[in-house]
């Protein structure tokens, strides 16, 4: 037994891995675990370790104003600016599902460019996670259950803590002294997970020694299982050749397009959707805009290419007048920057816009079919006008009047 604690990494260990100087944005919910994850990376900040906290308050206790007061407090005493975003959507049936998607969506909408999200899961929330897929009859992808490291959108979500034993975590609070919320809705055995921790994983760990650290390792063993499939042979552009994926076996069609997901920082649908899938991208008629969605990403198909992206919001007609300078974020993805010499605008293509380049006047229409243009982007491309003069569509095309005007679209990769 004592060997074995050696082999475990401690806190320490693992926080030493991240790269300085980040900078990183953890997630601090205040528990133990994002306490210890805090205080450890705070202790680094004198190595040029650039760190901000992000506490995300559900509003579903009465006392989570007290628990944001509390992250605030604890992250000042270290040195540590930390913000709060409040949730204001209304929960759904499946609390835990509901709670984990707004958050991770609040999460990425805070981050600057270039910051890096941390998370606390250790190795104890791995083998939960193993347990939850294995028993809603996920394969491979699923059974891998949490990455160390993932796409978040533009950003990466880090799992420092992932190999690390929840013992090693409360050593460390204990050492330090840390002071750190509990959750009562962690008691609630109505949650699967909850029943899982207090129920399965201590009879598991009675009878098979290790259990937890063994759930944790083939989660591991399956990450690189799953690394070896490789989308590219099926890309195309920024999206999966339905030609090719129809040739593949229906097995390795599913992975392929898991694999594909997860590269991309999107959550993976239940496999049970995979035939709707299949069914709606590979026999729709070839004018049709199929699209299958599920919590947190949606797919969509434009000749014979099938897209992924985080749910589009919806378009509803748009004008904005712009100042001189300045930079915004953009309602439909990205953030727009600018330069003006005179009043403009920027609006959202209704149809009919034509653009001079050159010497000849272009439909838009037409240039968007030319370029292969989803459809889904045509109507979310903004269109920096002057009066009634287009002036560029997006970062595509610019007429001769923006030659001396600073006009960009910052488009992440993954949109």
Excluded at 166 to 176: D, G, M, V, W
Excluded at 239 to 244: I, K, V
Excluded at 367 to 374: D, R
Aim: charged residues 20%; proline residues 7%; aromatic residues 6%.
């Amino acid at each position: 037994m004592g060997n074995s604690a050696k082999a475990d990494p401690d806190v320490a260990d693992a926080v030493a891995g991240l790269a300085c100087p980040g900078p990183y944005v953890l997630a601090y919910s205040g528990d133990i675990d994002s306490s210890v994850l805090l205080h450890a990376l705070a202790a680094r900040r004198a190595q040029g370790l650039e760190l901000r906290a992000l506490h995300v308050n559900h509003g579903l206790q009465p006392q989570a104003a007290d628990w944001a007061r509390h992250c605030q407090s604890q992250a000042a005493a270290l040195g540590v600016p930390c913000a709060v975003l409040t949730l204001d959507a209304a929960p759904t049936a499946n609390l835990e599902a509901w709670a984990r998607e707004q958050r991770y969506a609040a999460l990425q909408a805070a981050l600057q460019p270039g910051e890096q999200l941390l998370t606390a899961h250790h190795r104890r929330d791995q083998a939960e996670t193993v347990l939850l897929h294995l028993l809603r009859g996920s394969g491979e992808t699923g059974l891998a259950a949490m990455a160390p490291q993932r796409r978040l959108g533009p950003h990466r979500l880090l799992r420092p803590l992932l190999a690390v034993a929840p013992e090693r975590i409360a050593a460390y609070a204990k050492a330090q002294g840390l002071s750190w919320l509990e959750d009562p809705a962690n008691a609630e055995l109505r949650f699967d997970r909850n029943f899982l921790r207090r129920e399965i994983l201590p009879r598991l760990s009675t009878r098979f020694a290790g259990a937890e650290r063994n759930l944790a390792r083939s989660a591991g063993l399956l990450g690189e299982l799953s690394g070896l499939i490789d989308p590219q042979a099926y890309a195309v552009g920024g999206g999966l050749s339905l030609e090719r994926l129809a040739l593949a076996p229906d097995a390795l069609r599913g992975r392929v397009l898991f694999a594909w997901l997860r590269r991309r920082g999107l959550p993976t649908p239940r496999h049970r959707m995979l035939g709707q899938i299949w069914q709606q991208f590979l026999q729709a008629a070839p004018d049709a805009e199929p699209r299958v969605a599920w919590p947190g990403a949606e797919l969509r198909r434009y000749r014979g290419v099938l897209y992924a992206m985080a749910p589009l919001t919806p378009v509803t007609p748009l004008r904005w007048p712009l100042d001189a300078a300045g930079e915004a974020a953009w309602p439909h993805g990205g953030r727009l920057r600018w330069r003006l010499d005179g009043p403009a605008e920027v609006r959202l293509p209704q149809g009919g816009e034509q653009i001079v380049l050159g010497d000849r006047q272009r439909r838009l229409k037409s240039l968007f079919q030319q370029a292969g243009v989803p459809p889904w982007e045509r109507r979310r491309t903004p269109l920096l006008w002057r009066q009634e003069q287009l002036l560029a569509v997006g970062n595509r095309w610019r007429s001769a009047a923006t030659a001396s005007l600073l006009w960009r679209w910052e488009i992440p990769d993954w949109l």
